[in-house]
T-cell receptor, first 111, second 116 residues
Framework: KAGVTQTPRYLIKTRGQQVTLSCSPI?????VSWYQQTPGQGLQFLFE???????NKGNFPGRFSGRQFSNSRSEMNVSTLELGDSALYLC??????????FGQGTRLTVV | AQSVAQPEDQVNVAEGNPLTVKCTYS??????LFWYVQYPNRGLQFLLK??????LVKGSYGFEAEFNKSQTSFHLKKPSALVSDSALYFC??????????????FGGGTRVLVKP
């Protein structure tokens, strides 16, 4: 059974640019969650998508957005990048009950 | 609002000694509780969970955790630590209410260093 795939693994962007990150969940999982991990703020919930609909949203500015496709793959987008957006972005594939399965993350560096 | 506290930023233990990583939580109702481990530049790996039933939960790699409702704690334990257990450990809670979805609230993490 394939795991959660996040692409790309590493990104370097310039302030003001935008970025799109991709996550392919485990086959059969309809829910995908996104988290931001930084040394200062720890792991913070961004949003969750279930069957192409946003089900929950964390406390992040509108520059952070996401979507989910009919095959459950999800993308998150960050517009007008700021230095503080540098982080490890983790995607979780949720089976509905029980534990979430995480991808290896995308390391975003904003310069 | 849910919150999770991991009071120790770092735990140092000698190889072969018992390892304990503390976690307390604050949430309305009875939450789902989880422990995850993270190795450098990697995602989170699931260790164990408490959903219902026995308060002592056994998980991967010899880890276990005890759910204590009265103390709202879910401490992670391993009877004999290995050098390879050195990593960052996260405690997390999830609300049982359907509307909460799959949102996890994490503690700040505890770095475990096991010395040979």
């Amino acid at each position: 059974k394939a795991g959660v795939t996040q692409t790309p693994r590493y990104l370097i962007k310039t302030r003001g640019q935008q970025v799109t990150l991709s996550c392919s969940p485990i086959s059969g999982h309809r829910s995908v969650s996104w988290y931001q991990q930084t040394p200062g703020q720890g792991l913070q919930f961004l949003f969750e998508y279930f069957s192409e609909t946003q089900r929950n949203k964390g406390n992040f500015p509108g520059r952070f957005s996401g979507r989910q496709f009919s095959n459950s793959r999800s993308e998150m987008n960050v517009s007008t990048l700021e230095l503080g957006d540098s982080a490890l972005y983790l995607c979780a594939s949720n089976p509905g009950q029980g534990e979430a399965f995480f991808g290896q993350g995308t390391r975003l560096t904003v310069v | 609002a849910q919150s999770v506290a991991q009071p120790e930023d770092q735990v140092n233990v000698a190889e072969g000694n018992p390892l304990t990583v503390k976690c307390t939580y604050s949430v309305s109702g009875n939450p789902y509780l989880f422990w995850y481990v993270q190795y450098p530049n990697r995602g989170l790996q699931f260790l164990l969970k408490y959903i219902t039933g026995d308060n002592l939960v056994k998980g991967s790699y010899g880890f276990e955790a005890e759910f204590n409702k009265s103390q709202t704690s879910f401490h992670l334990k391993k009877p004999s630590a290995l050098v390879s257990d050195s990593a960052l450990y996260f405690c997390a809670v999830r609300d049982r209410f359907r509307a909460a979805g799959n949102k996890l609230t994490f503690g700040g993490g505890t770095r475990v260093l096991v010395k040979p």
